[in-house]
């Protein structure tokens, strides 16, 4: 149950003065809807903080007031000008003054009566607006505030901005805020004594009243007590209910498995190549989780191109010791069944069974690998999500690997191994993630990173060249193509668009052929996966010598003697989605090349970009430059900027926050895995706060 003391600020928006239906209506529209499709509640309204603020603590005189910026004036009122009878396009004028000059203040459309009430002649009054200088002249256009002396207190010299809607009145927001304000409960501690100190931070009540009140400009800023302290709450909650589920996750022990490596021993030695010593790393790493009684969780990040699936088949060798078997999910029928043709070749000789189950598989065949996976014939299978489709049963299921897991979906793997008892789980990434993102998807997984490549891989040239060199381009693909090469010729749309100038895949392929002969071939995601796997296979055994394609090929596609990548609008994708599609080429012994197509003029965060493509193969570097120029929801494909579901959370300035909640939340798990007592009920109030109270479900759940 969510504690009383957090009952007023999960009540409705209309529980507040002034909040009606109507205002209802539009905090819906800027905050959102709660998850149950209500309106939006206190607390969603004290997390809607200011994004910014005016300055309005410049107090000069009318002469020293700076044109273009705001100022607070005291005034004396000379006289009003109002705009002549039935020409309301003359604005309405009342002229002011101080000892040092006159002030013209300006108003289009006003209402005569109105403006006499506010700004009778013979009165003082404090104005502040932006200041305007014309002709030596000073005016201020439709001053934001205008007092009486007596209510000074009344006009805030630093004013909070908030993000608005369309409907709603900003006095009215600031009123709904400060009646929320005012039923602010004071919050019981959830962070250490001695982090408190150290960072010298407010109490998490007072960060949130300091947010909605500033009282200086930097009170807002990156570095301000108050931010930082809310950012660390919100970062500590997710971390909580990661370090929670994983807890959970392992509470559903399994006995520990016996490796002795013979199985391994045996593939390894039938690699035409040897392992690198990030490989081996990752591969002690796994079979020492596998001989625990926890449930294994880790992420296995390698750039692209560093063995990540021999790892994975490696790790299926210590299950296969065991008798147990192993189900490899693939984000696509043509990577799983690349997966099962390069496993089966290093497996089957060692006396592993490889099979392939995706939607494809029918009839008498489909039945043939059901029955092999229910009698434990088959050792390894790799599919995409069908795998775990009703009807697909295992004998013994012991490991999963999910390759590219976040194309699934950040929250799928809870499911993943529920047809197994307790099964081991191994999640692949071909996308280099900065340290910040691992922790904030993946914080309930230990990481190994395979950060070399194989010996004997050869450096990717990579150039960046002007689409109007195309034709040189082409001339020189003829002549590549001449000497045997293939290549990638890599487009962002599928076919031509009305709203849209980017050279299509269908059109460039049309144009390839015309000038290359019938060796083109044309890959997308439209297309039936039937087609498009034929026409890969053409790619494979060189009938096809240039592959025109959108990113479908982005990720696992391996075709060896490719040696020339082509990225047409290079400038339009992002860093690490350009260095996924380099990664297609310089996968065998032969010098490769990729050449990055871009228009002119060429923007700056683009050029930072091609830049970085150019100087670095190193893909982790790579990935933290694209989550600075682009945003932590980009560098995953989630389309959001920042760290994703965050509010106070910043990627590029909290990744010390993120480091401290992430080794705070994995220690208050360690201590008090059940939080219970009084600082476990203050981090399950936590928890309620920032919407993580799901992990407090699995508490209950034991």
């Known amino acids: 149950m969510r504690p009383d003391l957090l009952n007023p600020l999960f009540s409705p928006v209309t529980s507040l003065a002034g909040v009606g239906p109507k205002v209802a209506e539009n905090l819906s529209k800027l905050l959102g809807v709660t998850d149950d499709g209500e309106p939006p509640r206190v607390l969603d309204l004290l997390m809607h903080v200011p994004v910014t603020v005016i300055d309005r603590s410049q107090r000069p005189s009318i002469a020293d007031a700076p044109h273009g910026e705001i100022a607070t004036l005291r005034v004396h009122v000379d006289r009003h000008q109002p705009s002549p009878r039935g020409n309301r396009r003359i604005p309405y004028r009342v002229y002011c003054h101080d000892d040092s000059g006159t002030l013209s203040l300006t108003y289009f459309h006003a209402r005569g009566d109105w403006l006499q009430r506010l700004l009778p002649p013979g009165s003082e009054r404090i104005v502040s607006g932006r200041v305007e200088w014309f002709n030596e002249r000073v005016s201020m256009v439709h001053p934001d505030h205008v007092v009486d002396p007596s209510d000074m207190a009344d006009l805030p010299l630093i004013e909070p901005v908030y993000p608005m809607t369309a409907g709603l009145a900003r006095k009215t927001l600031l009123r709904a805020i400060r009646d929320a304000l005012d039923g602010l409960p004071d919050l019981p501690e959830w962070i250490d004594p001695d982090t408190m100190a150290e960072e010298r931070w407010p109490s998490a009540t007072d960060a949130l009243r300091a947010m909605h009140r500033p009282e200086a400009v930097n009170d807002l800023a990156p570095e301000a007590p108050a931010r930082r302290r809310l950012a660390f709450d ?45 490989q081996q790393r990752a591969v002690a790493a796994i079979e020492n989780d596998l001989r625990e009684p926890d449930r294994m969780l880790r992420l296995l990040q390698g750039d692209v191109g560093s063995g990540k699936t021999v790892v994975a088949l490696l790790a299926a060798a210590g299950l296969k010791e065991n008798g147990a078997q192993t189900a490899l999910m693939a984000p696509t029928e043509l990577l799983a069944r690349q997966h099962a043709r390069t496993l089966a070749g290093f497996a089957e000789p060692a006396g592993m069974t490889i099979a392939v189950l995706t939607g494809r598989e029918k009839g008498a065949e489909r039945r043939a690998i059901l029955q092999g996976l229910g009698n434990g014939e088959i050792d390894l299978v790799a599919g995409t999500h069908a795998l775990f489709q009703s009807g697909v049963a295992f004998a013994n299921l012991g490991l999963v690997v999910v390759d590219e897991q976040h194309r699934f979906g950040v929250h799928q793997r809870l499911s993943l191994a529920t047809k197994g008892e307790a099964a081991d789980v191994l999640v692949m990434t071909a996308t280099p993630i900065p340290r910040t993102l691992v922790m904030t998807y993946y914080g309930d997984m230990d990481v190994s990173r395979l950060d070399e490549k194989p010996p004997g891989r050869q450096p990717i040239e990579t150039r960046a060249i002007p689409a109007e060199r195309l034709d040189q381009i082409v001339g020189r693909l003829h002549a590549a193509l001449e000497r045997g090469d293939k290549a990638y010729w890599i487009c962002p749309l599928v076919e031509d668009s009305d709203v849209s100038d980017l050279t299509s895949a269908e059109e460039r392929y049309r144009t390839l052929k015309e000038a290359l002969g019938d060796n083109i071939g044309l890959v997308h995601g439209r297309m039936k996966p039937s087609e498009r796997d034929r026409v890969m296979e053409a790619f494979r055994d060189g009938s096809v010598r240039v592959l025109v394609a959108t990113t479908v090929v982005e990720v696992g596609v391996d075709v060896p003697d490719a040696t020339i990548m082509i990225v047409e609008h290079a400038d339009r994708f992002g860093l690490a989605q350009l260095h996924q599609l380099r990664g297609r080429v310089g996968r065998g012994d032969r010098k490769s090349s990729c050449l990055l197509l871009f228009r002119q003029p060429l923007g700056e965060v683009a050029r930072q970009r091609l830049d970085i493509l150019r100087e670095s193969e190193d893909g982790f570097r790579i990935a933290e430059e694209d989550l600075r120029l682009r945003g932590g929801g980009e560098v995953l494909g989630t389309r959001q900027s920042g760290l994703p579901g965050f509010r106070f959370a910043r990627t590029e300035v909290d990744t010390d926050l993120m480091e401290m909640a992430h080794a705070q939340a994995r220690h208050m798990v360690e ?19 920032f919407g993580r109270d799901s992990a407090i479900r699995l508490l209950r759940a034991g």
């Open 671 to 689: 201590r008090n895995p059940d939080l219970t007592g009084e600082h476990g009920a203050a981090c399950r109030m936590l928890l309620y706060l």
């Open 234 to 278: 919100e970062l500590l909650a997710s971390q909580l209910a990661i370090a929670l589920m994983r807890a959970h996750q392992q509470r559903d022990g399994r006995a520990p498995r016996t490796i002795d490596g013979r199985m391994r021993d045996a593939i390894v030695a039938r690699l035409p190549f040897a392992l690198t010593g990030a």
